[in-house]
């Protein structure tokens, strides 16, 4: 199974996050031990969220994810992250665009 990776962002300092469907674990790449403290806690532990349910845009419904449970549960999640640690995810840049920039 191909591992699937995100871009992170923390106060112009980058780095990714890599989920492993497999093994149903994320690592954290980021030269900021802050930034990786704090995305590693966000994963760690449950998250309760409105997450649109039903057959229009307004129908929402309340769940809570494991973040780790599963590639969609980790991608929801990462939705977010911003939010509740201040580490952006740059969805439109692959991971280790930046350090060639």
């Known amino acids: 199974m191909e591992k ?5 962002n923390y106060k112009g300092i980058y780095g990714f996050a890599t989920y492993d469907e ?3 674990a994320a690592s954290v ?3 900021s031990d802050e ?20 057959e229009d845009i307004r129908s ?7 973040p780790l449970e599963s590639l969609a549960n ?9 939010v509740n640690t201040g580490v952006r995810v740059e969805w439109s840049m692959p991971p280790g665009m930046a350090e060639n920039l």
């Open 22 to 24: 497999e093994t149903k």
């Open 35 to 54: 930034a990786k403290e704090l995305v590693e806690g966000f994963l760690a532990k449950p998250l309760t969220l409105e997450i649109p349910l039903g």
């Open 4 to 8: 699937y990776n995100v871009t992170l």
């Open 74 to 82: 980790f991608k929801t999640c990462m939705t977010r992250l911003w």
């Open 60 to 66: 929402f419904a309340e769940q809570t994810l494991n």
């Open 29 to 31: 790449t980021i030269a």
